[in-house]
């Protein structure tokens, strides 16, 4: 398996191959504020667990159907021991 390794917010995530029905980096693009209030709030979680981060921010169900995208707050799996782990190769590294 192949993948794109993407940052946004200063989150890492993997873009893997098998979910290729969009288009790069536009469809990525037009969901990038959305990503990144996600990342905002999985940081302040990190730091205040008690607190209500994660309600009233958009859903993303849609674009993890359709990118699989992985890395957290999406998923629990760290995009770089996951590509090491299931022998994923990085194809392309992108700043977005």
Not at 13 to 30: C, G, K, M, S, V
Not at 65 to 87: E, K, M, S
């Amino acid at each position: 398996m192949k993948a794109i390794k993407i940052r946004i917010s200063g989150a890492v995530f993997l873009l893997p191959d098998t979910h290729q029905f969009y288009e790069f980096p536009a469809y990525i693009n037009r969901h990038r504020d959305d990503i990144a209030a996600h990342v905002a709030a999985a940081d302040k979680f990190s730091r205040d667990p008690l607190g209500d981060h994660f309600s009233g921010l958009p859903d993303l169900t849609d674009f993890k159907r359709v990118t699989g995208i992985v890395g957290f707050p999406f998923d629990l799996r760290d995009p770089d021991l996951y590509a090491a782990n299931q022998g994923i190769e990085i194809v392309l590294e992108v700043d977005l």
